[in-house]
């Protein structure tokens, strides 16, 4: 079943200027042409890459907060090179979960923000859907039934 676009009232950019050498007249145009869904896509994708980025922050430098935590013969500059490079990991690491945090309150702030109805009438139409779905199965698993018999 094609679901229909997606009808947003997203912010377009406006004609401010640029460094671009476009005119205003093309940057609005092309701007026009991007239809709702495409730009939700691509607005979930950067937020994605967001996110993935800053777990990724965290993990490695998790990682290498562990490597250097090993207990080993090492000599009083050794010790204090390590001592730094762990102060800037745990630094590292808190600026990102400081990210994370900031990354979910806007999500947050976007989903209270935006259009319940039509996340609730999306809701009833895929539940509508798979309804349907399960019904047409039901049909099917009788009509092989009365075959069989």
Do not use: C
């Not at 009808?7 to 026009?32: E, G, H, K, M, V």
């Not at 495409?38 to 607005?43: A, D, G, I, W």
């Not at 895929?126 to 092989?144: F, S, T, Y």
């Amino acid at each position: 079943m094609q679901r229909p676009p997606i009808a947003t009232d997203f912010a377009r950019p406006s004609a401010l200027p640029t460094a671009n050498i476009r005119s205003s007249q093309q940057r609005s145009a092309a701007a026009a042409d991007v239809n709702s869904e495409e730009y939700l896509s691509r607005l979930e994708e950067e937020w994605n890459l967001k996110i993935d980025e800053q777990v990724l922050i965290l993990v490695n430098n998790m990682v290498d907060l562990v490597d250097l935590a090993k207990i080993g013969n090492k000599d009083q500059y050794r010790v204090s090179q390590e001592a730094f490079q762990a102060e800037l990991k745990a630094e590292s690491m808190v600026h990102a979960a400081s990210s994370l945090l900031s990354l979910t309150h806007s999500l947050k702030l976007m989903l209270l923000l935006s259009d319940e109805r039509e996340i609730a009438q999306r809701r009833e139409e895929e539940v509508k859907a798979l309804r349907q779905g399960v019904d047409e199965a039901k049909a099917r698993a009788i009509q092989l039934w009365k075959e069989l018999s």
